[in-house]
Every structure is written in structure tokens, then in C-alpha cells.
């Protein structure tokens, strides 16, 4: 049945893609339409940070539209279009973390309360506030816990674990074997449950 | 037999039911008698749930509509470059450009160039052809072949002619030379230039330095080429057109022959040929026509028909 429907979802991309190698800018904006939800979560998730998220979600698409031509659908565009802005996160990360140690400050200060900000539209249709506060500190220490996680096993915990894309989809999106996959995610999964078993307590 | 270590490290794959049915059996009789590994499954099971529930945050507002403004920033700039490097889509209108700016700018060059020209070589100095014949006949005389000077004339007056920057059509060129044949014809009979070719000659150029002055010794051409243009007479007019007719007028009432008008560069040369006797009344009349600024008639009374060159321009 997912089959069928991820069959579909490629297929109408497509539609757009090829419009779009044709010159038609119009067609792309059906195409952020699409994924543009998906991108921001995998950058969120990947950067811990909101702002920082849209940002390269952004870049990740102007960048997919820069280079749509080279795109041969030999993957799903989804894939192509997911591995941009895990490419372009890791990048920023990699910035940002320079930046930390040359400059002495951490993001990590100022992650908390852009996340805490962004997680709230969230959660404005959740009626009791003091749930609310709750559910915000407990997305809050587990964010900090996949922060924690090195890029490789952060991107294939964040791509499984919280995106729920398969081992095969991962592959394709890191492209890298389907043994690395999983030993990478074996790691990341007990280093969170280590994580939070340690900040949280009692699980 | 694997110990916890080992088991631990299979447990999140045991989640997702991705191991193989040997390790799976293996991790399966481990938790059963192992509380620690089975309460590692539990906490990595509930981990997994958290992490899975976390909440998917939206776009801001607008997101999609900035990412199109990007794009479509960049969809231009891509054209932009497109248009001016690609080749054949954008080559050739620079091309065309490039020639376009050459020819205006050549032509403004030429323009200038003209002006100041004028400044250097008063318009009065292109003298009708007509002159060439009459400084030039006793060097005909003196050649056998006559159509050799003449082809050397139409050089001449060519070269002259160039310089000014006026440009002469083959024909008027040609039709000048005829000129100077059919015209010199009759004068080889007259015993005067047979006599003392060289002397005519000579005194022609004299004439001639005297009256261009300082212009033709400006524009540093050759003096005898400059006095084979010069007119015998030249008016200054207000209107050349009205003034030529008035000259043509007079010159048929005092019986003139031979007359031939041309005008160019806004100016106007009369040549005909009229009898000695007439010609000071000519000359009286002409000075109602207009100014009369050069005078040059052949004062030579045993002469018959006087070649007249009269120059007409604009005051």
C-alpha cells in the first residue's frame, strides 16, 4: 500500500522535475510544496536549532533548483531532494561548530529557547498548558540527547527513527552500505537510550 | 555463547526486527535469562517511542514564497548568464552591437574630421576643372601624346580632390578630362604658349601663389596643383541659387558659349566662354549680382574667347 502510494508521490514529482529542467521556475514551487515539511524537520532535527533549519532548508532548495538538471532520476527525487539537506546540515554543523570553538560561544545556549519558541506554535492547539511545558522539556532533553550523537549516527537516527524512512531509503539518501546503516543505527539508538536514561532518569 | 556486551549491541536491530533468525533466536534466549538486557530492550523500546512522537515543527510563515523568491532570483541570474555567455543565443547580438557602435563611431569621426577640414581649407579653394586646362596647356603642348598628361591630370586633380574630402565619382572625373581634351584643342593653335611655353607657365604660378595664400600653404599642397582648381572670378552671394541663374542670364545676353554649370558642395561653378570685348561689361553687370571677391581674367586682348570660371558662393 506505501508502495503503491511512494510509487505515485515519485511520479508526480517527476512531472515537476522535468518542468522544471525545461525552464518552467513555476513547477519548483510544487515541489517545495511537497517537501518543504519534511526538509525543515530533517534539518531541525539534524541542526537542533530552528532558525538555523530554515536556513538550510532554504539553501537546500535553491541549491536542489541550481542543480535540477544534473538530476536523472535514477533515485527518487525525494532521496536526491533529502540527501541535499542532510549534505547542506552536516555542512552548517560543521560551520557552526568551527565557529564555537574559535569564538567560545555555543549554539547549544541559545538552541534551547529558539527550540523551545518553534516546538510552541506546535503545540497551540494542546489545550493544557501544563502538558504542554512538560512535553516541551521532555522534546527539549531528548533534542539535546540526539545532539549529542556524531553527524553519521545522528543522520541515520534522525532519517529512521524520527522520519521513519526504510533501511533502503536511508542507503540511497546517505548512500552508504545497508551493514552501515544499521550498525551506525545500533550505535545511535543505545547511545540515546544512554543519553536519556541519564538526563530523564526513569524512562 | 555471546555475552551481554554483544546481545546489547544487536538489541536496537531486535527492535526492528532486522536481524537475522539465528541472531534473533540468539537475543531472544539471552533476555530470557538476562533482567539487565531485558531492562535495556525495555528503556531502548521507549526510547524509540519518544523519539518517534517528537513533534514535526511547521514552516514559517511565507517559507515557501521566500524559497520561490530565491529561486526565481537565481532562475534569472542563470538567464541572464545564459544570454550573455552562451554561444549563438547571445554572440551574435553583441556582435551586431559591436559592429553598430564601429559604424556610428566612424561616422562621428568622419564628421568631425570634415569640419575641421573645412576650417583648414576654405571652401574656395576646390576650383572648378576647368582651370586645370588653362595653367596646364603649354605641358600638353610640350607632350607628344596628350593622352598621357590628361590621364596624369585626372590623377591630379583625383589626388586633390581626395584630400579635400570631397569625393568625386568616377564619372565627373572622367567627364572632366573630356573637358580639358575638347577645350584644349583649339588653344594649341595659339602662337603665344608655342612661343614661350615655360615662361606662361611660370607666371600662372606666381598668380595663383598670390592669390591663395596663406590657406593653400596650410594645407600643404603642392601649389601648382592648387592653382590648376582655382577659379577666375568668385561671388559671394546671398542665395547661390538665384545668383547662378543671374549669371547664366548674363552670360547668354553678352553672348557667352560653351556654358557649363555644376554645383556641388554648396556651391555653384559657371565655365563659359566669352568674347574678349564683352567682358568688361560682363564684369559690371556681374557686380550686381553679387560680391565680387577674386578676380582673375586673363588680361591678354589678343585673345578672341576668354575662358571664364565663376565661382558662386554663399555669403
Not at chain 2, 84 to 107: G, H, M, N, R, W
Request: hydrophobic residues 35%; neutral net charge.
Amino acid at each position: 500500500m506505501s508502495n503503491i502510494t511512494e510509487a505515485r508521490t515519485e511520479d508526480e514529482d517527476l512531472k515537476y522535475v522535468i518542468f522544471c529542467q525545461k525552464g518552467e521556475t513555476d513547477a519548483f514551487e510544487m515541489l517545495v510544496e511537497r517537501h518543504q515539511k519534511k526538509m525543515l524537520n530533517i534539518a531541525f532535527r539534524m541542526m537542533g536549532n530552528y532558525d538555523e533549519a530554515c536556513d538550510v532548508t532554504q539553501e537546500a532548495f535553491v541549491s536542489a533548483y541550481k542543480s535540477i538538471k544534473k538530476f536523472k532520476a535514477e533515485a527518487k527525487f525525494s532521496t536526491w531532494l533529502y540527501r541535499i539537506v542532510v549534505n547542506y546540515s552536516k555542512n552548517r554543523l560543521k560551520q557552526l561548530n568551527a565557529l564555537t570553538k574559535r569564538e567560545g560561544i555555543s549554539i547549544d545556549d541559545i538552541q534551547e529557547v529558539r527550540t523551545g519558541a518553534a516546538l510552541n506554535q506546535s503545540f497551540i492547539s494542546n489545550s493544557n498548558p501544563g502538558m504542554q511545558m512538560e512535553m516541551r522539556e521532555r522534546e527539549a532533553h531528548i533534542q539535546k540527547c540526539i545532539n549529542s550523537l556524531d553527524e553519521g549516527y545522528r543522520e541515520v537516527l534522525v532519517l529512521r527513527d524520527i522520519q521513519g524512512f526504510s533501511y533502503e531509503e536511508i542507503k540511497d539518501i546517505l548512500k552508504i552500505p545497508d551493514g552501515t546503516v544499521k550498525s551506525r543505527l545500533s550505535r545511535a539508538r543505545n547511545s540515546l537510550k544512554d543519553c536519556l536514561t541519564k538526563v530523564i532518569g526513569d524512562l | 555463547m555471546k555475552n551481554c556486551d554483544d546481545i546489547k549491541n544487536s538489541l536496537p536491530l531486535y527492535l526492528d526486527n532486522s536481524l537475522t533468525e539465528a541472531d534473533k533466536k540468539t537475543v531472544e534466549e539471552h533476555i530470557k535469562t538476562c533482567p539487565d538486557c531485558t531492562e535495556a530492550l525495555t528503556q531502548l523500546s521507549k526510547t524509540k517511542k519518544m523519539v518517534s512522537s517528537l513533534t514535526d515543527v511547521n514552516p514559517p510563515p511565507w517559507f515557501k514564497q521566500k524559497i520561490m523568491a530565491r529561486v526565481r532570483e537565481e532562475a534569472e541570474k542563470k538567464s541572464f548568464v545564459q544570454k550573455l555567455f552562451y554561444p549563438l543565443q547571445i554572440k551574435i547580438p553583441i556582435q551586431v552591437f559591436a559592429t553598430v557602435c564601429i559604424a556610428v563611431l566612424a561616422v562621428y569621426i568622419y564628421r568631425t574630421g570634415e569640419e575641421q577640414m573645412k576650417e583648414v581649407v576654405p571652401s574656395s579653394l576646390p576650383a572648378p576643372v576647368m582651370e586645370v586646362q588653362k595653367s596646364q596647356l603649354p605641358e600638353q603642348k610640350l607632350e607628344s601624346s596628350t593622352g598621357k598628361v590628361i590621364q596624369k591630370e585626372e590623377q591630379l586633380a583625383q589626388k586633390e580632390e581626395t584630400r579635400r574630402e570631397i569625393i568625386p565619382s568616377p564619372a565627373t572625373t572622367a567627364d572632366a578630362a573630356k573637358d580639358i581634351k575638347r577645350q584644349a584643342t583649339p588653344d594649341f593653335k595659339t602662337d603665344r604658349y608655342e612661343s614661350a611655353p615655360a615662361a606662361e607657365s611660370e607666371l600662372e604660378k606666381k598668380k595663383s601663389e598670390h592669390i591663395m595664400g596663406a590657406a593653400v600653404k596650410a594645407s600643404g599642397a603642392p601649389q601648382a596643383q592648387s592653382s590648376m582648381m582655382k577659379p577666375n572670378i568668385l561671388l559671394k552671394v546671398s542665395d547661390i541659387y538665384i545668383a547662378a541663374e543671374e549669371v547664366e542670364k548674363l552670360l547668354t545676353k553678352y553672348e557667352a558659349t560653351n556654358i557649363d554649370k555644376q554645383m556641388k558642395n554648396g556651391k555653384t561653378i559657371i565655365t563659359a566662354e566669352l568674347k574678349n570685348q564683352k567682358i568688361r561689361n560682363f564684369m559690371e553687370n556681374l557686380k550686381t549680382v553679387g560680391q565680387i571677391r577674386e578676380e582673375n581674367i586673363p588680361s591678354d586682348n589678343t585673345e578672341e574667347n576668354i575662358t571664364l570660371t565663376i565661382e558662386i558662393l554663399k555669403q
